[in-house]
Antibody
C-alpha cells in the first residue's frame, strides 16, 4: 500500500526541540520530492519545508527558517524534521506530503500533533 | 509570495445541488493550481491538479476550471460525503508553495 506514516509528535515546552519522522512505503521514495506541511488546530494549511529526491535542494518557510531542519535517508525510506527553538505558534498537526509531478501534494500522511506549551 | 484568496469562507448547499467555489491568486499562476478536500479529522486529499485534471479516483462530479488568477472548483451534485473544507494551492512560484484559507461546504 502506498502510504506515509508520521511519528514523533508530542508536548514540548517553548524553546524546546522535537524530531519528527515520516516513513514511506509502496513507492520508490528516492524518486520523489518530499515536504512537511502543517495545520494549526482549526486553521488552514501551511507549507513548512521541502527536500529534493536526492536531498541536494532544501527550502523552508520564513516562519521556520533557522529553527527547523529537514533531512531524508533514502536507504531507510524516511523523512525527518528537526524542530528547535519551538514556539507556541508552532503548535499544529505536521503532515508529511509527497510532491506530485508539478509541485502539488499527491500523497499525505495522517499527521502527528506537536503542542508547544508550558 | 503568491497570496491565494478563496471565497466564500462558508458555502451552505443542499444535497444534490451544485456548489461553486472560487480561488484567486495575487498574480498569475498559469494553470499550476491544485484543489484539496479535507473532511473533519482527516488528512487532505488531492482532488484536482493542473487547474482541471482530476486526481486518481476522484469522481467526475468534481471539476476544476480557470487559469491565470481566477479558478473555480465545481461540485455538480453534492453528495453527503462531499461536505468538507476545500483548499486551493498554487505551485507556479515557489518557494513557498501557498494555500488559500479554505472554503467550508456545509449542509443547508
Amino acid at each position: 500500500e502506498v502510504q506515509l506514516v508520521e511519528s514523533g509528535g508530542g508536548l514540548v515546552q517553548p524553546g524546546g526541540s522535537l524530531r519528527l519522522s515520516c516513513t514511506a512505503s509502496g513507492f520508490t521514495f528516492s524518486s520523489y520530492e518530499m515536504n512537511w506541511v502543517r495545520q494549526a488546530p482549526g486553521k488552514g494549511l501551511e507549507w513548512v519545508s521541502y527536500i529534493s529526491g536526492g536531498g541536494g535542494s532544501i527550502y523552508y518557510a520564513d516562519s521556520v527558517k533557522g529553527r527547523f531542519a529537514i533531512s531524508r535517508d533514502n536507504a531507510k525510506i524516511s523523512l525527518c524534521l528537526q524542530m528547535n527553538s519551538l514556539r507556541a505558534e508552532d503548535t499544529a498537526f505536521y503532515y508529511c506530503a509527497r510532491h506530485g509531478g508539478g509541485g502539488y501534494f499527491d500523497l499525505w500522511g495522517r499527521g502527528t500533533l506537536v503542542t508547544v506549551s508550558s | 509570495e503568491i497570496v491565494m484568496t478563496q471565497s466564500p469562507a462558508t458555502l451552505s448547499v443542499s444535497p444534490g445541488e451544485r456548489a461553486t467555489l472560487s480561488c484567486r491568486a495575487s498574480q498569475s499562476v498559469s494553470s499550476n493550481l491544485a484543489w484539496y478536500q479535507q473532511k473533519p479529522g482527516q488528512t487532505p486529499r488531492l482532488l484536482i491538479y493542473g487547474a482541471s485534471t482530476r486526481a486518481t479516483g476522484i469522481p467526475a462530479r468534481f471539476s476544476g476550471s480557470g487559469s491565470g488568477t481566477e479558478f473555480t472548483l465545481t461540485i455538480s451534485s453534492l453528495q453527503s460525503e462531499d461536505f468538507a473544507v476545500y483548499y486551493c494551492q498554487q505551485y507556479n512560484y515557489w518557494p513557498p508553495w501557498t494555500f488559500g484559507q479554505g472554503t467550508k461546504v456545509e449542509i443547508k
